[in-house]
């Protein structure tokens, strides 16, 4: 079993910043893959970002592209997402989502989610 624990989310302005961090326990953390993904009001789920259990692999939605960086510091089993340039259509729910098994990049199945952490952006 695998539990996961998002946090940094929080209200901003456009243009600013914030970093999520997603900590597991648990399985071993060097075996998953994780990903973030959000879900704004009244619109469907989807993956932000993800990163390969060594790290060497990430993947990002087009919509972050240059402004989302997904990082992961196994020594501390968390996974960070640094969100710079934010802007209103990036307020949603961002849940870390994590999987075992092969890397997939935006593909990922998921086994284990977290809550999610809100992210509210005014503009």
């Known amino acids: 079993q695998v539990q996961l624990v998002e946090s940094g989310g929080g209200l901003v302005q456009a243009g600013e910043s914030l970093r999520l961090s997603c900590s597991t326990s648990g399985r071993a953390f060097r075996s998953l893959n994780i990903g973030w993904l959000r879900q704004a009001p009244g619109r469907e789920r989807e993956s932000v970002a993800t990163i390969s259990r060594g790290g060497s692999g990430t993947a990002y939605a087009d919509s972050v592209k240059g402004r989302f960086t997904i990082s992961r510091d196994n020594a501390k089993n968390t996974v960070y997402l640094q969100m710079n340039s934010l802007k209103s259509e990036d307020t949603a729910v961002y849940y870390c989502?994590?999987?075992?098994?092969?890397?997939?990049?935006?593909?990922?199945?998921?086994?284990?989610w977290g809550q999610g952490t809100q992210v509210t952006v005014s503009s």
């Open positions: 989502a994590a999987a075992g098994g092969g890397y997939y990049g935006m593909t990922m199945n998921y086994d284990y």
